[in-house]
């Protein structure tokens, strides 16, 4: 039980709370004021919120941007504080177990995934991911924690393509360059849940030395003709329609007919989707 804000601030910010409950009027700091310093700070405590009658305007605001847990007007009988209580710790521990379970199953990917804000900083890297930034190719971070690139106009089309994903755009691939001349596709896809703090999810990927499924493979595994097949082998490795296209020897608008009829019979309608499709259809990728 603290009585000042800041104290509570301080308090919250170094230890672990699964449950924060705040009066609304305070003194130099109000209820959703320190929730949204603790918010910024990354505290993910659930919050229950203490108030008088006429705040519903502020409630609102609580509720919708500030992720708080239970509003109740004052005066609350105990016993439904209490339990409110028991409901965020039970909702707390649920949501840790989850965030455990995610967690280990982004760790199992055999490929780098990030999670980048709208100013691209980096929020969450799972092991690949953390090892990618670690070798600082083809990504890394500067002094803020913002993912760049090799290149300044690397940088600049990855900053420009998480900004278009986060405001609703379709998902994009991007090629990137590392070090020794290797080539890396990132695919830039929006979070499940738009509410996040996340505005983007990227996942990385080694173009050269990676093999992607075979041309055979492929075709026993969507029923792919014996072109559309290599078209698809193709687009896995990394290259665009146009590149293919120049691969195999044919026209552009050609590949692209075989495109839909991949589209169609893999199920999907976008090219970063097929990638991404791909190159997990095959166990241990």
């Given at each position: 039980f603290?009585?000042?804000?800041?104290?509570?601030?301080?308090?919250?910010?170094?230890?672990?709370?699964e449950v924060i409950i705040s009066d609304l009027r305070m003194p130099s700091l109000d209820g959703l004021e320190l929730l949204g310093e603790l918010r910024r700070a990354g505290v993910a405590s659930q919050a229950i919120i203490l108030t008088g009658?006429?705040?519903?305007?502020?409630?609102?605001?609580?509720?919708?941007?500030?992720?708080?847990?239970?509003?109740y007007t004052k005066p609350c009988p105990a016993s439904v504080l209490a339990s409110g209580i028991e409901e965020a710790v039970e909702e707390a521990r649920l949501l840790a177990d989850a965030e455990k379970f995610?967690?280990?199953?982004?760790?199992?990917?055999?490929?780098?995934?990030l999670s980048v804000d709208m100013a691209g900083k980096v929020l969450f890297a799972n092991r690949f991911g953390g090892e990618l930034l670690a070798?600082?190719?083809?990504?890394?971070?500067d002094a803020s924690g913002i993912c760049r690139a090799l290149t300044p106009s690397e940088t600049h089309s990855l900053h420009q393509a998480v900004i278009s994903v986060a405001r609703g755009g379709l998902p994009l691939v991007l090629a990137l360059s590392g070090g020794n001349g290797e080539r890396y596709s990132v695919l830039i896809e929006p979070p499940a849940k738009p509410e996040?703090?996340?505005?983007?999810l990227?996942?990385?990927?080694?173009?050269?030395?990676?093999?992607?499924?075979?041309?055979?493979?492929?075709?026993?595994?969507?029923?792919?003709?014996?072109?559309?097949s290599k078209l698809a082998h193709q687009l896995a490795q990394g290259l665009d329609v146009k590149e293919a296209a120049e691969a195999m020897g044919i026209t552009v608008n050609t590949a692209r007919t075989y495109l839909r009829n991949i589209f169609q019979k893999t199920g999907v309608n976008r090219q970063s989707e097929l990638i991404r499709l791909l190159n997990s259809s095959v166990a241990g990728r």
């Open positions: 603290l009585s000042s804000p800041q104290e509570a601030l301080e308090q919250a910010r170094s230890g672990h709370f009658t006429g705040d519903m305007d502020s409630a609102l605001k609580a509720i919708n941007t500030l992720k708080v847990f239970r509003y995610a967690t280990s199953a982004l760790d199992a990917l055999p490929l780098a995934a070798a600082r190719e083809p990504l890394n971070l996040t703090d996340s505005a983007a990227l996942f990385v990927r080694l173009i050269d030395g990676q093999a992607a499924p075979s041309p055979e493979t492929l075709k026993q595994l969507f029923g792919l003709s014996p072109t559309e």
